[in-house]
């Protein structure tokens, strides 16, 4: 029994109409019992629209299937057709309530069109419209049906019997869609849950053309199962992950989703095993696979009130290549917060069905004002390194690489030819160009037609990781080391020297070197006691290291896959971090001053801080990049929205850029553009001209679009690449303000003491400066004022939102600084708690007054003003926020709606300090809900006669 729709509309009988109404003709027709609408229209530079209503009610989740047939077409490369559906309120004007518009691909013969919709708040109705621009000929549509499928089901108890009789009462779900996207699968499958005391029984259905052509060819327990034709169940139970697969033929595959790295995603872990079971059956036209699966598997009990978390994947490889999902979202299936849900009642339980809206671009930037021309410039040129994984035709799927083996030779000179022609260097690298390049044959005609073509070297590989575990590294897991080991530090300088030695052609086609991509990515798992027992001796070793030379005799080192777990392990962690810190920096030396005496003229990147999803904070910029001329970021906004939010992730390009850019100087910086399908989403055209925008007008010099298999996945997404190369690359560099009045202070070891990725607070304060009021300001780190005594002296405000954990040279920095007349806002209400050596920081007492703070109930708003104009406080479900006594001397700055202080400021010598008893800022949303805070952090910008409205932040680059 299918889960079929609880209500729908069959097109076909609707009357349709044409717009303008002389620009083509419909025709209804019957044929064989069976209705066809056919429309027929003439080229015109002028959309030609065919529509017609339907009616619905708002937050059902809707499927359109459309089946056509196109004879005497004829098209451009200007042409255009799609379908528009506009929601209507009760005005009944289309689109009123929203529109959404998908691309209609048309080809002579016979066509199907899928998409699905939730229907908006407020609408009721609906217009369905075919909009063809330069176009000319016929469509038939012979079935044109819209389904509601429902969003909730009933499961009823297995109360024994045979295995046949489980799903007798059961209601089929059905509906799936494409991973990442809102279009319907074209193969559909259909999921039958049912339980007892002790299992969760599912089986999952699969519709599938030809059973035939299924692929299983893992036979492997915990093998690559997912590579086959395949069903993936996902639950989540607590702040626990568990994922099981299996092949059409029961080879099973299971283990743990686990976050390796804070702000990543969660990541495989085979070691965990469950009892659960799987029977595979195959029949005509479909394959099925039940799972048994012991509640005890997943540490659940199906008492009432109790919610099992669920995500159903289907992988089809054989008949053809689609990736399907139960819920409809963005994200990675395994990405628990946007799960179904089933919830246990006492005698049934209820399936509800995760939906997020997902019409529209989410990553969108809309701008007031946009400039180019006017931006200030400075002398020099931007550097572009183009798409390289695009030319590697290994990363490309099996039936790709198939279809275009032949041609690929002669498809790569193309593309480098392009890339070259446009602006861009090549990115193949040493030691791998040859074989990126298609072979020593096609490598020497390469580089016959283009002689000056420039590559970059990779100084860490893989390959050393294997060397230095199997030469006895002490600090690692599985396959990886990290640069905390010694060993692998002298591996990779003993690699750069016999290279640069051996291979001078190499090295004078070497447009730069980098050191370490992402090279904290291991260090959760590596330093770990509890995953790595056989390396216990070697880690309590170094435990004792690190509390005698950077724990103040008191502070080892904590166990990084088990978080925070008692009150000094965030002191734990800042000494941990100093200690790899100053051994990356080792590293590092070594292998500049290698490049200095073998390769003086390639510029040395020593790393790439993964900025991926989130801003890591591991490595501390202004001490690592004394030892490199580039440092490196990755930001790719799709992740970043998958793992927090479309507000946190709409400005993560520029906020990675600045803080590289302010921190690391006078490295130049170096950013990776995400250009390429990633977190089930490929960018836009305009979105990768926005955050292009935003790294140039952040501060980066260096630019690399970071691509992988567009030419299959996402192929509109390559020209833009060559347009946006042409424009970087034909420019003048923007001139970023200089010694700016106003400085976020990025503090460190306050960061590393409460373990922060997300950095909400810092990326909070860069969207509401830079993006609404388009200031003038910098960020500075402690380790600056910790070396130099004392904040920059163009520095007039400073802002501070981590200062739990903080140095006492930097809080005495900050005490200066505000006695000579600076201002100091803090939004922390920990700030000046306790130092990297344990002990109170006497500023908690001489800048604020020693605050007694007391914890409310969670609040919306904070109050400001004579006019008491509420400022929003953007904090997770169950943050803690707090009422503060202020200091006989201070004066109440924002109060909670009960009137009790919320906040204060306080005058100490010629400057003052505003305290904040609450962090406002906790979950990223005021990058796109500012409120009342831009007018607040305004006036600080305008008494204090510092620039708003600056062009820089206006700067886009022009259209496609």
């Not at 183009?386 to 099996?398: N, Q, V």
């Not at 373990?755 to 909400?760: N, P, S, V």
């Not at 939004?827 to 007492?845: C, K, N, S, T, Y």
């Not at 300090?913 to 949303?925: D, S």
Request: charged share 20%; hydrophobic share 40%; proline share 5%.
């Amino acid at each position: 029994m299918f889960f079929s729709a609880v209500a729908g509309y069959d097109f076909n009988k609707a009357f349709w109409s044409c717009w303008p109404r002389n620009a083509g003709k419909v025709e209804s027709l019957r044929d064989r019992g069976k209705r066809t609408v056919s429309f027929e229209f003439q080229n015109s530079t002028v959309p030609v629209s065919f529509y017609t209503r339907g009616t619905g009610n708002a937050g059902e989740l809707c499927r359109l299937d459309m089946e056509f047939e196109c004879s005497d077409l004829q098209m451009t490369e200007s042409s255009s057709a799609k379908v528009i559906i506009a929601f209507q309120n009760e005005s009944k004007r289309p689109g009123s309530a929203g529109e959404i518009s998908h691309d209609l691909p048309l080809a002579a013969g016979r066509n199907n069109f899928r998409c699905s919709f939730v229907m908006p708040d407020g609408a009721a109705d609906y217009q369905i419209s075919l909009c063809l621009t330069g176009i000319s000929g016929k469509i038939s549509v012979t079935g044109c049906r819209v389904e509601v499928l429902p969003l909730s089901a009933v499961i009823a108890p297995y109360a024994g019997g045979s295995a046949a009789s489980r799903y007798v009462t059961a209601t089929g779900i059905n509906g799936f869609f494409r991973y990442g996207s809102a279009y319907p699968a074209v193969a559909d499958s259909t999921v039958f849950l049912t339980y007892d005391r002790e299992n969760l029984y599912v089986k999952v259905i699969c519709r599938e053309s030809d059973i035939s052509c299924l692929r299983t060819a893992v036979s492997d327990c915990d093998g690559p199962v997912y590579l086959d034709d395949s069903v993936e169940l996902f639950f989540a139970h607590g702040d626990r992950v568990w994922q099981l697969v299996t092949n059409s033929a029961a080879v099973r595959c299971d283990g743990e989703l686990k976050i390796s790295i804070p702000g990543d995603p969660r990541r495989f872990d085979a070691s965990w095993n469950g009892s659960w079971r799987v029977e595979c059956e195959k029949g005509e036209g479909l394959w099925s696979a039940e799972f048994i699966i012991p509640f005890a598997d997943l540490e659940f009990a199906p008492a009432a009130g109790a919610v099992l978390r669920v995500n159903v994947l289907r992988n089809r490889r054989g008949a053809a290549q689609e990736q399907t999902q139960l819920d409809r979202r963005f994200g990675m299936p395994g990405k628990e917060a946007h799960f179904s849900r089933i919830t246990f009642r006492n005698s049934d339980a209820l399936f509800v069905r995760s939906v997020m809206d997902m019409d529209g671009d989410t990553l969108a930037v809309v701008r007031q004002k946009r400039e180019f021309a006017q931006v200030p410039r400075r002398d020099g040129n931007y550097l572009v390194i183009g798409p390289g994984c695009d030319i590697y035709l290994e990363r490309y799927s099996a039936p790709f690489q198939e279809q275009n083996r032949e041609s690929w030779p002669q498809r790569t000179m193309e593309i480098i030819a392009a890339m070259q022609n446009n602006g861009m260097l090549v990115p193949a690298f040493y030691p791998w160009v040859i074989q990126h390049l298609g072979g020593r044959e096609n490598y020497s005609r390469i580089m016959a037609a283009y002689p000056d073509l420039k590559f970059a070297l990779a100084i860490h590989n893989t390959s050393h990781d294997r060397t230095v575990i199997g030469n006895g590294a002490v600090y690692f897991h599985g396959r990886s080391s990290n640069i905390g080991d010694k060993k692998l530090g002298i591996c990779t300088a003993e690699f750069l020297e016999k290279f640069l030695t051996e291979n001078a052609d190499a090295v004078s086609r070497s447009v730069f070197a980098r050191g370490f991509d992402e090279p904290t990515n291991s260090l959760i798992s590596c330093f770990s006691y509890s995953l790595n027992p056989e390396n216990l001796t070697a880690l309590q070793s170094l435990n004792e290291f690190i509390r005698k030379n950077y724990g103040y005799g008191k502070y080892g080192m904590p166990d990084l896959n088990r978080g925070m777990t008692d009150p000094d392990d965030g002191l734990r962690h800042i000494a941990f971090c100093r200690w790899w810190n100053d051994q990356a920096a080792a590293t590092f030396n070594r292998l500049r001053d290698i490049l200095k005496n073998h390769a003086p003229q390639m510029p040395f990147m020593p790393l790439v801080c993964n900025t991926v999803a989130a801003y890591s904070g591991f490595e501390e910029l202004p001490l690592l990049a004394r030892y490199g001329d580039w440092i490196g970021v990755d930001p790719y906004p799709t992740a970043t929205r998958t793992i927090f939010s479309a507000a946190r992730a709409v400005y993560h390009t520029g906020f990675c850029t600045r803080l590289a850019h302010d921190l690391a100087s006078p490295a130049k910086i170096f950013v990776y553009v995400q250009a390429f399908r990633y977190h089930g989403q490929s960018p836009s055209a305009e979105n990768l001209t926005e955050w292009v925008s935003q790294a140039l007008k952040n501060g980066a010099d260096i630019l690399s679009f970071y691509a992988l298999k567009n030419l299959e996945e996402c192929p509109d997404i390559y020209p833009q690449i060559l347009n946006l190369s042409r424009s970087v690359t034909t420019m003048r560099p923007l001139a970023l303000p200089e010694k700016s009045p106003v400085a976020i202070l990025y503090n460190y070891v306050g960061n590393w003491g409460r373990f922060d990725r997300g950095q909400m607070d810092y990326y909070s304060l860069y969207s509401i400066f830079a993006e609404k009021i388009r200031g003038d300001f910098v960020f500075i780190s402690d380790r600056q004022l910790m070396e130099d005594k004392k904040v920059p002296a163009h520095v007039k405000i400073c802002f501070a939102p981590a200062l739990e954990y903080v140095d006492k040279s930097v809080a005495n920095a900050l005490e200066n600084f505000v006695r000579n007349g600076g201002t100091l806002i803090i939004l922390d209400p920990e700030a000046f708690r306790i130092a990297p050596d344990g002990e109170p920081v006497a500023q908690r007492e001489s800048l604020l007054g020693d605050p007694v703070t007391t914890a409310i109930p969670a609040a919306g708003f904070i109050y400001f003003g004579a006019g008491r104009k509420p400022l929003r406080i953007f904090a997770d479900n169950g943050a803690t926020c707090r009422a503060v006594v202020p200091p006989d001397d201070a004066e109440v700055e924002a109060v909670w709606t009960n009137g009790r202080c919320a906040a204060y400021r306080r005058q100490v010598g010629k400057g003052k300090v505003i305290y904040f008893a609450v962090n406002p800022f906790a979950n990223g949303e005021a990058a796109l809900q500012a409120g009342n805070w831009v007018e607040y952090f305004y006036n600080f910008f305008r008494e204090n006669g510092v620039r708003r409205g600056m062009k820089i932040w206006d700067f886009v680059l022009p259209g496609n």
